[in-house]
């Protein structure tokens, strides 16, 4: 079960990795498709930011989305996150391009994907209602799995998570 207390310690661990990633640049743990040393990176990308503008448009919609997560699917928060981080990871090292992917963006496309999944899935009121309200606060993220001329973003995290947020919420799925 996610609690308030965890959520709250994640986002700290991302600004503690964040400042140690300023004093230490040299260090990449970020996921580098197809390299041994890039799988790593399943884990500590989410850990892991480009600057300063990077952690803080990641903090507040991942800070959001935990927090819907935790409060109305407590036995399911933790299969999320751990699936959206590991399968979306995986589907980056499988298949991203060649670059350093960085970020905890994937999670918040995973979290989404899942929260506006799942209502349609369970097709209750609340879920449906927490669906439509993610899709009203977070509709545009879909922008964001498309690929970009912007080379530094990861449409790969971003799709992959999301396509690992869907999964969960099939695999989760509450029996009707």
């Known amino acids: 079960m996610i609690t308030n207390k965890l959520i709250i310690q994640f986002i700290i661990s991302i600004y503690v990795f964040f400042t140690i990633s300023i004093f230490f640049p040299s260090i990449n743990l970020g996921i580098v498709p197809r390299t041994t040393k890039g799988l790593i990176g399943i884990i500590t990308s989410p850990f892991l930011h480009g600057g300063f503008r990077h952690i803080i448009s990641n903090t507040v919609p991942l800070v959001v989305l935990l927090f819907i997560l935790s409060y109305f699917y407590p036995q399911k928060a933790l299969s999320v996150i751990l699936f ?36 349609f899935i369970e097709q209750k009121f609340v879920p449906l209602l927490i669906s ?6 977070y509709g545009g993220l879909i922008w964001g799995i498309l690929p970009s001329m912007r080379s530094y973003i990861s449409w790969e995290g971003h799709l992959f998570g999301a396509i690992a947020g869907v999964a969960a919420s099939f695999l989760l799925k509450t029996k009707l």
């Open 132 to 137: 439509v309200g993610v899709i009203v606060l």
């Open 84 to 119: 959206t981080v590991i399968v979306g990871g995986m589907l980056v090292w499988a298949f991203g391009r060649n670059a350093n992917h960085i970020g905890a963006s994937g999670l918040i496309y995973g979290l989404a994907a899942f929260l506006i999944t799942n209502g």
